[in-house]
């Protein structure tokens, strides 16, 4: 993904409009959507204190710039949960993330330098960076509103991307016939539960992790079906009989679950008139869309 591609006026219309309208339900999923950005914060915490700050002046730089943007994302989106969509706050979120991106990228600075445990921290922040500027992309980009979304090339512009990269959890190359949409069940609903998989389903390390996205036109032609799959750790038969209310988590452990992510897919996808379903065992998780295409 070539870096950010929106505006500070992209992100104060966008917002304004929302909360102007009244469309509660469209603000709280992305503000739920962005709140990847706290990861980053987690493995920053950990990296500012590690030998590879002490030992790089452009870590700890770059650990300070996204700290910025961390903390300007959290000040925008707590004034509008308020009601209040300000422009100054709009514009230091966007020069803040413009700055952490562009000028010192951590996934540039910091991929080069650790070893071992270091080396998978450093490539798990990587991950949630470009998940975030993929994020605040889909959400925010001029680019990204269309007529119609050719759903097997968004899901194939993303494994090109994350394949690219060292991760701990592998992807495997999509299988994915032409699926044309008016809707956009990638920002909407796919990429959403890719997030759910990197969150939920491999907690720890674990052997041999991957997930896959596959899809493609149901043989009557009028409809179409995407599958996203992992082979995690699975859904308990108790969460998963709650799992797409509003409230729940698939994190079986939470003390508190405040997720409406699972909640907002199914939302997107009833409303366009599909449906969405998951099986889930121990070692292995499927969620199936079922949806109209062009």
Not at 71 to 98: E, M, P
Not at 139 to 162: C, I, M, N, T
């Amino acid at each position: 993904m070539a870096g950010v591609q929106f505006s500070s006026d992209d992100i104060y219309n966008t917002c304004t409009s929302l909360l102007t309208e009244g469309d509660k339900y469209r603000f709280e999923f992305i503000a739920h959507e962005l709140g990847t950005i706290y990861a980053i914060e987690g493995f920053l915490s950990i990296i500012s204190k590690s030998r590879l700050a002490r030992r790089q002046t452009s870590v700890s730089d770059a650990c300070r710039k996204a700290q910025v943007f961390v903390d300007n994302h959290r000040n925008f989106f707590n004034s509008c949960q308020q009601g209040i969509v300000g422009r100054s706050a709009a514009d230091n979120l966007y020069s803040s993330l413009c700055e952490f991106y562009t000028r010192i990228p951590l996934r540039n600075v910091l991929p080069s330098l650790g070893v071992g445990e270091e080396q998978e921290l450093i490539n798990d922040a990587d991950r949630a960076s470009l998940t975030v500027l993929r994020s605040y992309n889909l959400h925010f980009s001029p680019e990204a509103r269309k007529d119609r979304y050719d759903l097997g090339d968004q899901v194939r512009d993303y494994w090109r991307e994350y394949a690219a990269l060292p991760m701990r959890i592998r992807m495997a190359e999509p299988e994915f016939g032409t699926v044309l949409t008016q809707q956009d069940y990638f920002t909407n609903a796919v990429f959403p539960l890719i997030k759910n998989v990197f969150i939920h389903a491999f907690p720890g390390t674990i052997a041999g992790a991957a997930f896959s996205v596959r899809g493609a036109r149901e043989k009557n032609m009028r409809q179409a079906y995407v599958r996203v799959s992992d082979n995690g750790v699975g859904i308990s038969p108790q969460v998963r009989d709650r799992l797409f209310e509003r409230g729940s988590s698939t994190n079986q452990d939470a003390s508190q679950e405040h997720g409406i992510g699972l909640w907002s897919v199914k939302r997107f996808v009833e409303q366009n008139g599909g449906t969405i379903s998951v099986e889930s065992k121990p070692g292995s998780t499927c969620f199936t869309l079922l949806f109209d295409a062009d």
